[in-house]
């Protein structure tokens, strides 16, 4: 029996594909400043060191 009211949710099994998907979400525009570029890559740095200290 097939299940009905599956919410379809776009995936990937690739890590590469799903951190630019997360990544370009960020940015809040297709086609965003040099500022904003440098302010959410330093924001995702800071994550990252964030998630190594703990």
Not at 18 to 24: D, F, G, K, T, V
Request: no cysteine; net charge negative; aromatic share 4%.
């Amino acid at each position: 029996m097939m299940k009905e009211n599956v919410e379809i949710v776009n995936r990937t099994n690739n890590p590469l594909e799903a951190n630019h998907r997360r990544l370009a979400g960020t940015f809040g525009a297709p086609h965003p400043s040099i500022l904003n570029v440098a302010e959410v890559l330093k924001q995702e740095a800071k994550n990252y060191l964030d998630q190594l200290a703990d």
